[in-house]
């Protein structure tokens, strides 16, 4: 993980700052710059680190310096890396998980004799064709560079290239076909004449499944390829008899879909609908058929149009959602996602009793604009507040409620948000149990606007019928001598307008 370690001295501060972490980096000096200093660590593994930062000081300040611990937690990943030599080319393959077995999606720099491929990983297998070397020994190094939250991971290894008089000819030609169209894929095996070689076991190896076949009098074998949408590797292996040499071939099947969706962003209600293409197996496109969405948990059956089209309306809150599309002829089934962004944008507030926070609120019409000049409404405590948004479609409501939780919900154009609006005290107290006459105090604290303690504040009590006027120290508080008899008291406690009441019981 890269880390940058900040040290922050007086803006006018000048010279260097010297970093260091103990028992790793020899001392790095780092120039000062507008009361700033930093050093770029590239990369450090998981684990705790003490890290010292020297400032040596100039005309104006002395020298100081700090220690701090870091600690970094990254997933540990680890890197797999296969080669196969075939006759013709060679095929890598690379499977990337973190230590746990989670699927990791990202590049791999693949090195072999001084090249660089790059290998495209995604749910964790990354495969692909590269140009066989001369006959000899290799050896590649494989490279995940890792992010903020993953590791690093390294693969290395040999591997040899074998010089190879094959007297077999093994043929297996990619496919391309359409989803369930009745494609087999297959491979012919014949000696270097061209006559067949029957009664040979081929295996045919694809999505992570391996299938023995036959030759039959013209040395073919073939596979149904009965799999979902997208492209595979097959690798093709004939193991060899005692009068021909094994070989091993590698191709590629691709597999068109019979209904193709797309991720929709979309404002809340908009005009935006999600729409399918569907095809038969034969790729021809269904004409006026019913296919089959669902979304949300609900199903919703749609026909389509001459162009094999099938379009769904939105209408739901904001948030992420799958949708899957199925084609009813076919059966295949394709998911999407579609995110419906919300025209409401803000956020829960915290702020204390009368101070000058207000609740926010950025609202946008439903092209993605912001919306100007616009009339929102808030709910909040049962009462309904009408605002207008400024030039940035801002608007804003200011909060007077006492202390307290409470839900603010704003509403535009046919969508409501709930939000928390949390009004914290200025006058803080809390409830007396105690001994009779064991010296206990009631307390009341007095804060400003952002929470600091007030003092020299005027507080008032009144408990059993009686005033009392107190002070408030340099923390803030104002105490009030307990000596009643026992039982139970109310006591109210009054500063700026605001009163709350509070128990007292005496043992």
Same mark, same amino acid.
């Given at each position: 993980?890269?880390?940058?370690?900040?040290?922050?001295?007086?803006?006018?501060?000048?010279?260097? !700052?010297?970093?260091?972490?103990?028992?790793?980096?020899?001392?790095?000096?780092?120039?000062?710059?507008?009361?700033?200093?930093?050093?770029?660590?590239?990369?450090?593994?998981?684990? *705790?680190?003490?890290?010292?930062?020297?400032?040596?000081?100039?005309?104006?300040?002395?020298?100081?310096?700090?220690?701090?611990?870091?600690?970094?937690?990254? #997933? !540990?990943?680890?890197?797999?890396?296969?080669?196969?030599?075939?006759?013709? +080319?060679?095929?890598?393959?690379?499977?990337?998980?973190?230590?746990?077995?989670?699927?990791?999606?990202? $590049?791999?720099?693949?090195?072999?004799?001084?090249?660089? @491929?790059?290998?495209?990983?995604?749910?964790?297998?990354?495969?692909?064709?590269?140009?066989?070397?001369?006959?000899?020994? @290799?050896?590649?190094?494989?490279?995940?560079?890792?992010?903020?939250?993953?590791?690093?991971?390294?693969?290395? &290894?040999?591997?040899? !290239?074998? /010089?190879?008089?094959?007297?077999?000819?093994?043929?297996?030609?990619?496919?391309?076909?359409?989803?369930?169209?009745? #494609?087999?894929?297959?491979?012919?095996?014949?000696?270097?004449?061209?006559?067949?070689?029957?009664?040979?076991?081929?295996?045919?190896?694809?999505?992570?499944? *391996?299938?023995?076949?036959?030759?039959?009098?013209?040395?073919?074998?073939?596979?149904?390829?009965?799999?979902?949408?997208?492209? @595979? *590797?097959?690798?093709?292996?004939?193991?060899?008899?005692?009068?021909?040499?094994?070989?091993?071939?590698?191709?590629?099947?691709?597999?068109?879909?019979?209904?193709?969706?797309?991720?929709?962003?979309?404002?809340?209600?908009?005009?935006?609908?999600?729409?399918?293409?569907?095809?038969?197996?034969?790729?021809?496109?269904?004409?006026?058929?019913?296919?089959?969405?669902?979304?949300?948990?609900?199903?919703?059956?749609?026909?389509?149009?001459?162009?094999?089209?099938?379009?769904? &309306?939105?209408?739901?809150? /904001?948030?992420?959602?799958?949708?899957?599309?199925? $084609?009813?002829?076919?059966? =295949?089934?394709?998911?999407?996602?579609?995110?419906?962004?919300?025209?409401?944008?803000?956020?829960?507030?915290?702020? @204390?009793?009368?101070?000058?926070?207000?609740?926010? #609120?950025?609202?946008?019409?439903?092209?993605?604009?912001?919306?100007?000049?616009?009339?929102?409404?808030?709910?909040?405590?049962?009462?309904?507040?009408?605002?207008?948004?400024?030039?940035?479609?801002?608007?804003?409501?200011?909060?007077?409620?006492? /202390?307290? =939780?409470?839900?603010?919900?704003?509403?535009? +154009?046919?969508?409501?948000?709930?939000?928390?609006?949390?009004?914290?005290?200025?006058?803080?107290?809390?409830?007396?149990?105690?001994?009779?006459?064991?010296?206990? *105090?009631?307390?009341?604290?007095?804060? +400003?606007?952002?929470?600091? /303690?007030?003092?020299?504040?005027?507080?008032?009590?009144?408990?059993?019928?009686?005033?009392?006027?107190?002070?408030?120290?340099?923390?803030?508080?104002?105490?009030?001598?307990?000596?009643?008899?026992?039982?139970?008291?109310?006591? #109210?406690?009054?500063?700026?307008?605001?009163?709350?009441?509070?128990?007292?019981?005496?043992?």
């Amino acid at each position: 993980q890269n880390v940058r370690i900040w040290a922050i001295v007086n803006d006018d501060a000048t010279g260097n !700052v010297t970093f260091r972490i103990l028992g790793l980096y020899s001392p790095r000096n780092k120039t000062i710059s507008n009361g700033n200093a930093s050093w770029l660590i590239s990369p450090l593994t998981s684990g *705790s680190y003490t890290i010292n930062a020297y400032y040596n000081g100039d005309n104006n300040y002395l020298s100081s310096n700090t220690t701090t611990v870091i600690s970094l937690n990254q #997933t !540990v990943s680890v890197l797999k890396v296969n080669v196969e030599v075939y006759e013709e +080319d060679m095929v890598v393959t690379a499977i990337l998980k973190t230590q746990d077995g989670q699927l990791i999606t990202g $590049n791999v720099t693949l090195e072999i004799n001084t090249k660089f @491929y790059k290998i495209v990983v995604v749910d964790g297998i990354g495969v692909r064709s590269i140009e066989k070397p001369s006959v000899g020994k @290799y050896t590649y190094s494989a490279t995940y560079k890792g992010t903020d939250k993953i590791s690093r991971a390294v693969d290395t &290894g040999v591997f040899e !290239v074998l /010089p190879v008089d094959y007297n077999v000819i093994l043929n297996a030609p990619d496919v391309k076909m359409i989803y369930h169209d009745g #494609t087999r894929f297959t491979a012919t095996l014949t000696d270097k004449k061209g006559n067949p070689i029957r009664d040979a076991t081929i295996e045919i190896t694809v999505n992570g499944r *391996s299938y023995d076949k036959i030759t039959d009098e013209k040395g073919s074998v073939s596979l149904g390829l009965n799999l979902d949408s997208g492209i @595979y *590797s097959v690798v093709v292996k004939f193991k060899g008899l005692p009068n021909y040499t094994p070989i091993t071939k590698h191709a590629n099947v691709t597999i068109e879909p019979t209904v193709k969706g797309l991720d929709v962003v979309k404002m809340f209600r908009n005009s935006t609908q999600y729409y399918a293409i569907f095809t038969d197996s034969q790729g021809n496109f269904l004409k006026n058929k019913n296919v089959q969405f669902n979304i949300n948990g609900v199903f919703y059956t749609k026909t389509t149009n001459d162009k094999g089209i099938a379009m769904m &309306g939105i209408n739901l809150n /904001p948030g992420k959602y799958i949708i899957t599309a199925k $084609n009813l002829v076919t059966g =295949e089934q394709s998911s999407n996602i579609i995110t419906v962004k919300s025209l409401i944008v803000q956020k829960d507030l915290t702020k @204390y009793y009368l101070n000058a926070s207000r609740f926010q #609120t950025t609202i946008y019409n439903k092209d993605g604009s912001l919306a100007v000049n616009k009339e929102v409404t808030f709910n909040i405590n049962g009462v309904f507040y009408h605002r207008t948004t400024d030039s940035n479609g801002v608007a804003s409501l200011g909060i007077s409620l006492r /202390p307290g =939780e409470y839900i603010i919900t704003t509403m535009f +154009d046919g969508l409501a948000i709930g939000n928390k609006v949390s009004v914290l005290p200025t006058l803080v107290t809390k409830n007396l149990n105690m001994k009779y006459l064991d010296g206990s *105090s009631f307390t009341a604290q007095t804060l +400003d606007g952002q929470g600091k /303690p007030l003092a020299n504040q005027n507080v008032s009590f009144n408990v059993n019928g009686v005033f009392y006027y107190k002070v408030t120290d340099n923390n803030g508080m104002a105490k009030l001598n307990i000596r009643l008899m026992p039982g139970e008291y109310i006591i #109210t406690s009054c500063w700026n307008n605001f009163q709350t009441g509070n128990t007292i019981r005496i043992f």
